[in-house]
């Protein structure tokens, strides 16, 4: 167990729907970074927050946003989902603000479904 | 388990042998390289990372090379065990922000 905690772990949804992914850190670390892993494009980074505030952008598309609570668990919407959009959702956390030198502890994933 | 890819190239080895796998990163100005391993239905694994100033590193079981020539990286598994079979993924960043690119990822599997 990574001590990062993903709920929940699968949802399926409609073209065009909205859904909230949610991720608890692991205790102590400040640092939260949302992945897409999919068949076709494998992982890719889309978003990263540091205490609250954004830290850095990769490839999330403008129909996605992302925040982080004062208490540090962090939310990935998706809206107007589309079937490309079916994919393994992963959160993971780590205390520093950068990805060198420290390590990342990756969440269970949401395994998202869109029909 | 889930599955994290189709048309993965796969290494298959016997327990006890020694395990090599290759990763071709993209960007020469990458400095800084991490594997991951992905069991599955599970998110990945830090195993060891290593800087662009250094050729080599060791960890317990692995070992690390990277050859910035040929902008090439491999994670060497030692005395392979049949935990050992999940799929590894190379990711490279540049400049130590927090952006990480992967590669598509090498099936390990093992037999007993």
């Known amino acids: 167990d990574s001590g990062v905690t993903q709920t929940p772990k699968h949802l399926i949804t409609a073209t065009g729907q909205r859904v909230t992914l949610r991720c608890s850190p692991r205790?102590?670390?400040?640092?939260v970074y949302w992945y897409q892993q999919s068949l076709d494009q494998g992982l890719q980074f889309l978003i990263q927050?540091?205490?609250?505030?954004?830290?850095a952008k990769g490839n999330i598309l403008e129909r996605f946003s992302a925040q982080q609570f004062p208490d540090l668990h962090s939310e990935l919407n998706l809206s107007s989902l589309e079937l490309g959009d079916s994919a393994l959702y992963f959160c993971?956390?780590?205390?520093?603000?950068?990805?060198?030198?420290?390590?990342?502890?990756f969440g269970q994933g949401t395994r998202l479904t869109v029909v | 388990g889930e599955s994290v890819g189709l048309h993965l190239p796969t290494l298959s080895v016997q327990e006890g042998d020694n395990s090599i796998i290759n990763c071709a990163y993209s960007?020469?100005?990458?400095?800084?390289f991490i594997w991951y391993k992905q069991e599955s239905g599970k998110g990945p694994q830090f195993i060891i990372d290593?800087?662009?100033?250094?050729d080599k590193r060791q960890g317990q079981r692995v070992t690390v090379l990277l050859n910035k020539t040929v902008k090439h990286l491999s994670l060497q598994i030692a005395a392979t065990q049949p935990g050992d079979s999940a799929v590894y993924f190379c990711?490279?960043?540049?400049?130590?922000?927090?952006?990480?690119?992967f590669g598509k990822g090498t099936m390990l599997l093992v037999s007993p």
């Open positions: 993971a956390s780590s205390v520093l603000s950068t990805i060198v030198n420290t390590e990342a502890f």
């Open positions: 205790s102590g670390d400040l640092s």
């Open positions: 927050y540091y205490n609250g505030e954004e830290r």
């Open positions: 960007n020469s100005a990458s400095d800084y």
């Open positions: 290593i800087r662009s100033n250094m």
């Open positions: 990711a490279e960043n540049i400049g130590g922000y927090s952006t990480l690119t």
